[in-house]
């Protein structure tokens, strides 16, 4: 059964590069955001993103005009109603995953609709569990940003209906044309368990007065070739989320090397939040 309606939660940095993806393939989506004001300004993310590619000649402006057409930003979750596919892509907390999960679950009408979460470390059973309807609960892991970042991992649940999880599987590689990875509901599925630690211990290091910030990021990039260094990602993914992982790893794994770094702590504790504050590791005022 395609997908051709969908409702994402969130419009952010994730959500909005997410409902991009979605509207450029040509499905209709609906946005919803806590305020108007969040609302307007995912709207003008994606515009502008948009525009952009525009004009670097990488979309004609009628497949821009036709992308936005395709978009309806709002704060009514009724307008789920009809949605055939609803993906999470807020705040990095269970509790309040859960309690969206369990308003949405009374809204969506259709009985064979897919919930995903774009979580990137809760075991996707806790979210399925607030609804009644948990065969039907996945998770869709995008990457930042979602525009351009070809990966997706489909988590499954043990309680989930496998045949849900390959619609969601199909929608994602058929129509958004993404590379899908299947993992098992383990806090940080594929790419994260392998990740965050490296990250951990990069922060460590900063922290510890190893290396400076620059040299540890220069190291990575220039002697393993990865794109960015782990401070540097550590901003762009956010710090707040950063330490939202750790608690969840602690949680499920019970293992030292998925703590929290003390720094990462008090910089999130300070708004130092990477990108999105203006200042983390690096200052992006």
Partial sequence: MSINKVGIVGGGQMGGGIAEVCAKAGVDVVVVEVSQDLADRSQAAI?????????????????RDA?????????????????????????ENADIK???FAKIDEIVEAPDAILAS???????TQIATATTRPGSV????????????????????????ESQADRAAAFASDTLGKT?????????FIVNKLLCPYIFEAIRMYEEGFATREDIDAAMVN???YPMGPLTLSDLIGNDTMLAVADAFMSEYEDPR????????????????????GKGFYDYS
Avoid: C, W
């Avoid at 774009?118 to 996707?124: A, E, H, K, Q």
């Avoid at 899908?180 to 940080?188: I, N, P, S, T």
């Avoid at 990462?264 to 990477?274: N, P, Q």
């Fill in 67 to 91: 992308a936005l057409g395709n978009l309806v930003f709002t704060t009514d979750l009724g307008l789920f109603a009809d949605r055939e596919l609803i993906l999470e892509a807020i705040v």
């Fill in 258 to 277: 998925y703590a929290a770094p003390p720094l990462l702590k008090r910089m999130v504790e300070a708004g130092l939040l990477g990108r999105k504050s």
């Fill in 118 to 124: 774009n979580t990137s470390s809760i075991p996707i």
């Fill in 180 to 188: 899908v990875v299947r993992a098992k509901d383990r806090a940080g």
């Fill in 98 to 100: 859960r309690e969206l």
């Fill in 138 to 161: 996945v998770g869709m892991h995008f990457f930042n940003p979602a525009q351009i970042m070809p990966l997706v991992e489909v988590i499954s649940s043990v309680l989930v209906d």
């Fill in 223 to 225: 002697g393993a070739g």
């Fill in 47 to 63: 515009t502008k993103s948009l525009t952009r590619l525009v004009d670097r000649g990488k979309l004609d402006e009628a497949a």
